[in-house]
T-cell receptor
Framework: ETGVTQTPRHLVMGMTNKKSLKCEQHLGHNAMYWYKQSAKKPLELMFVYSLEERVENNSVPSRFSPECPNSSHLFLHLHTLQPEDSALYLC????????????????FGSGTQLSVL | DAKTTQPPSMDCAEGRAANLPCNHSTISGNEYVYWYRQIHSQGPQYIIHGLKNNETNEMASLIITEDRKSSTLILPHATLRDTAVYYCIVRVALKGNTPLVFGKGTRLSVIA
């Protein structure tokens, strides 16, 4: 148990569906992240939220829309996805200490395995 | 771009020490070395990190060469549950939102 919970664990959706992935962290952290892991490829950072503000968007297509309503919750809204978007989507959180912050450790959830048909 | 080089795979007998190497010849003076691992179907898990000195915790030991161009993660008594992909990452810890960049890692197989 890492303190980061992702739901659902598995999701199958058609290309015309709209779905959302949910992430909740119980660690009191102030930064949250979405990563994507495709088969046989390294983890790719998608979005970073620091203190509920999006601070990084790694050229992710607009069919992925993140939302961070508070420091404990992070969503990834999905619409009109393509089969190549099938992947493991991982949420992570960390505590940024100080400014500039140091010694950041990421805590990951178990991920949502997404299949787009 | 990943700034580290790791062997793609390694085997280790159960109960023996697993020594996982990592080359980071272009590391800067203010960059830390981090190790994470990812067990199948789970998210990555933090193991250990260090700057210059060797570090040890309940999971592993990290040995960093004096010139800091390479390091070794040591699992002293590997078990079957240590079978995972191990990632060596270098990053500056000064900017909090500087993301971790994962490479391909080393797939460690612990064999009974």
């Amino acid at each position: 148990e890492t303190g980061v919970t992702q739901t659902p664990r598995h999701l199958v959706m058609g290309m015309t569906n709209k779905k959302s992935l949910k992430c909740e962290q119980h660690l009191g952290h102030n930064a949250m992240y979405w990563y994507k892991q495709s088969a046989k490829k390294p983890l790719e950072l998608m979005f970073v939220y620091s203190l509920e503000e999006r601070v990084e968007n790694n050229s992710v297509p607009s069919r992925f829309s993140p939302e961070c309503p508070n420091s404990s919750h992070l969503f990834l809204h999905l619409h009109t996805l393509q089969p190549e978007d099938s992947a493991l989507y991982l949420c992570a959180s960390s505590q940024l200490v100080g400014q500039p912050s140091t010694n950041e450790k990421l805590f990951f959830g178990s991920g949502t395995q997404l299949s787009v048909l | 771009d990943a700034k580290t080089t790791q062997p793609p795979s390694m085997d280790c007998a159960e109960g023996r020490a697993a020594n996982l190497p990592c080359n980071h010849s272009t590391i800067s003076g203010n960059e830390y070395v981090y190790w994470y691992r990812q067990i199948h179907s789970q998210g990555p898990q933090y193991i250990i990190h260090g700057l210059k000195n060797n570090e040890t915790n309940e999971m592993a030991s990290l040995i960093i060469t004096e010139d800091r161009k390479s390091s070794t993660l040591i699992l002293p008594h590997a078990t079957l549950r240590d079978t995972a992909v191990y990632y060596c990452i270098v990053r500056v810890a000064l900017k909090g939102n500087t993301p971790l960049v994962f490479g391909k890692g080393t797939r460690l197989s612990v064999i009974a």
